[in-house]
C-alpha cells in the first residue's frame, strides 16, 4: 500500500489552543455522552495527566490532522475516519467531564475568591508573555489573541492557554522571564476550576463525585484511545517524512522516563492509578513546566 508524500515539508509545531466555554462543551459532552457510558471498564487508562492540557493540546493539532483526512481516507481505507471527525467532541467532552467532576467537590462557593486571584495571575502572565514575545521567544500572535479575551470565561480560558504557553517553552524561557514555575502551574490548575464554578452558577451542581469521576475517566479515556489510533494513521503516511511526532505529538512527551511512541494507550506511564468511580474531586494535579 503506497503512503502519501503530497507533503514533503516538516511541519511547524503547532500552538496550544483554548478549549471551547462550558455551553459548547457541554453539548459536545451531550453529543458523545452514548459512547462515553458504554465504554468498557477494561478501556480505561491511567489518568495521569492534566485534562484541560492534554485537550488543549488536542484542539491544536486539530488543523494539521484534518489537513490529513483525505489521505487518511484514501492510503488507509479500513481506518475508521470517524475517530477524527469526532476528535473534536471527544475533546470537548474530556474538558467538560473534567468541569463536571470539578464541580462536584462545592465548585460553587469558589467563585468569588477564584476571580480574586484569577484576574491579577492572568494580567501578570499576559504582561510577562508579551515581553517574551516582543523578544522572539513566544509567538506574539497567540499572546495577542490571549490578550483579545474579555470576561470571566475568557479569563478562565486565557489562563489555561498561558499556562500551556509557558509551559511548551519553559526551557527556553527560563531565567528570562519574571513569571515563575508557581505561577504557570497555578493558572494551570485556577483556570479549570474557574471555568467549573462559572459553569455552577449557570446552570446548576453538576452530578455526585462518584458519578462525575466515572464519566471523567470514560470520556479521558474516549479521547485519548481515538487520538492513538489517528497517530498511529500518522506515523504510516508521514514515515518517510518524519513529521508524525510534530503533527500528531504524543500527549505524554516531555514526561520523565517517556521515549517516543506511536501510541499513547499501551504504553502510558503507570505513576499513578486509574481514576475509577471512587476517585475524588479535587483539582487537577499541577504540571512541571518542560525543563525543569
Given amino acids: 500500500m ?29 453529543k458523545a455522552l452514548p459512547e462515553i457510558e458504554a465504554l468498557s471498564p477494561d478501556r ?14 488536542v484542539l491544536g493539532v486539530l488543523p494539521g490532522l484534518r489537513a490529513l483526512r483525505g489521505d487518511i481516507a484514501a492510503h488507509l481505507p479500513t481506518f475508521d475516519i470517524a475517530r477524527l471527525d469526532r476528535l473534536e467532541t471527544y475533546a470537548l467532552a474530556a474538558w467538560y467531564a473534567h468541569l463536571l467532576w470539578l464541580s462536584s467537590g462545592g465548585a460553587e462557593n469558589a467563585l468569588k475568591p477564584l476571580l480574586a486571584e484569577a484576574a491579577p495571575l492572568r494580567e501578570n502572565l499576559l504582561g510577562d508573555a508579551e515581553a517574551l514575545a516582543r523578544r522572539g521567544l513566544l509567538d506574539a500572535a497567540t499572546v495577542a489573541d490571549i490578550r ?23 526551557s527556553e524561557i527560563a531565567g528570562k522571564t519574571a513569571a515563575t514555575e508557581e505561577e504557570v502551574k497555578r493558572a494551570g490548575e485556577i483556570g479549570p476550576q474557574l471555568l467549573a464554578a462559572l459553569g455552577v452558577r449557570e446552570h446548576g451542581k453538576g452530578p455526585g463525585p462518584t458519578e462525575a469521576a466515572d464519566r471523567r475517566a470514560r470520556a479521558f479515556a474516549l479521547l485519548v484511545h481515538a487520538y492513538d489510533q489517528i497517530r498511529r494513521a500518522v506515523a504510516f503516511l508521514r514515515w518517510d517524512e518524519e513529521d508524525a511526532d510534530v503533527i500528531a505529538p504524543s500527549l505524554y512527551k516531555g514526561r520523565t522516563g517517556r521515549a517516543t511512541s506511536t501510541t499513547d494507550t499501551t504504553e ?25
Fill in 148 to 170: 483579545a479575551g474579555q470576561g470571566h470565561i475568557d479569563i478562565a480560558n486565557d489562563l489555561v492557554a498561558l499556562s500551556a504557553l509557558f509551559s511548551a517553552s519553559w
Fill in 268 to 292: 502510558a506511564p503507570a505513576d499513578e492509578a486509574p481514576a475509577g468511580p471512587t476517585a475524588s474531586p479535587g483539582t487537577p494535579a499541577p504540571v512541571t513546566p518542560a525543563g525543569t
Fill in 2 to 30: 503506497a503512503k502519501s508524500s503530497s507533503v514533503k515539508k516538516k511541519s511547524a509545531p503547532r500552538q496550544p489552543s483554548e478549549p471551547a466555554a462550558p455551553p459548547q462543551a457541554a453539548a459536545a459532552f451531550d
Fill in 44 to 57: 480505561l487508562i491511567p489518568l495521569n495527566l492534566d485534562v484541560p492540557r492534554a485537550v488543549s493540546q
